[in-house]
């Protein structure tokens, strides 16, 4: 068991830390939706439908990531090929990165799969004794992999090393927006937990937990775009140079796009700039939409978001079917007692439990 720990938290520091922030951000939102692989390919293995005909839901959910991960693939190969602007050297490397860390993130789920199996269940059971202590162990030994892998990248491998003066002169802004997005992630991950065991305490497991749960990742992305298509327009660039950059060298450029990710780069030192905007704008602007040469493209970057969350729901079916009695103790609810504060929404769905356990004196 910790030997898979340590391979999840590796999984999850080269994730998070090292391949999202070379990535583009609707890039990153559809990327976790790959981590519910492994969920899916135990269902399979160990056919823990309740009826034969549900064992396409899991086939469909290991189907569509498989797809998901080549339209990622894909999408990059069209940008390489195409020029699109701001793309990140060798990012093929890390988009190979990203779909490897993802599998090791997807084994933090494999007790789900293996508890909901009869035949293993017994075995699994033992582990309760000494379930606290090994959590204790595991999240120590979490924290030290995690920073280890952040410091072994970014001090040995690197080729941007960690500029420890920046720590003591970074302004007030900049330290606030860090210390703000830190307590925003500890209490919003502690709230999304609370709140989904009450759900499920309260009987509501439809429209108040598997709903909301499973439309955070599109409400996210739905609300970035709006914040960038409504706010991104006190960043548009003048008349003069979006005259300029329309045609380069006798070449039409398709986009709309091009002229406004252009000017970004005229207001890196601005200090009037919103820094939120202005790093939503940069993230997009390196995606297929700043494609030169058409915007067709960037169908396959929605299409591959698609894929990634009809599978993560097509994976978790059984927590839309899952029948709990009134009041239900949260260990019946739950497999693990910790959550991936990372992956709040996908963690939630995928660790609740399969099928209850009755307890032996109950049989």
Sequence with gaps: MCGIESLVAIGTAILVLIVMPRLDVLTNLCIPGGICILSAALQIAFRLQSQSWMILYPICSLILVLTGYVLLVIDYYVRESSFVPGQVEGSYIYVGIAIFASLLVSLNWWENPFQASTSI????????????????????????????????????????????????????GTVGIGLGLFFLQAF??????????????????????????????????????????????????????ANLYTSVANVTIHSPFWPFCHELETLKDLNTTPVVILEISYS?????????????????????????????VSCTYYVWKIKVQRIERTSQLFVRRLYESAFIDLSMLLNTKMKAIRSANKE
């Design 121 to 172: 269940q017994e075995m699994i059971s033992q582990i309760d004794s000494f379930r606290d202590t090994v959590y204790v162990f595991t999240s120590l030994i979490r924290m030290a992999l995690t920073l280890g892998v952040y410091f072994l990248y970014y001090c040995l491998i690197a080729e941007t090393r960690i500029d420890w003066d920046a720590f003591t002169k970074a302004s007030n």
């Design 188 to 241: 919003c991950s502690a709230a999304c937990h609370w709140f989904g065991v009450v759900a499920c305490k309260i009987h509501s497991m439809r429209f108040a937990f598997a709903l909301p749960v499973s439309l955070t990742g599109p409400a996210t992305l739905i609300l970035g775009v709006i914040l960038f298509l409504t706010q991104a327009e006190s960043l548009a660039p003048t008349p003069e140079t």
């Design 284 to 312: 997009i602007c390196k995606t297929s939409l700043n494609n030169p040469n058409s915007m067709w493209p960037f169908s396959m970057m929605a299409l591959e978001g698609v894929c990634m969350w009809l599978g993560l």
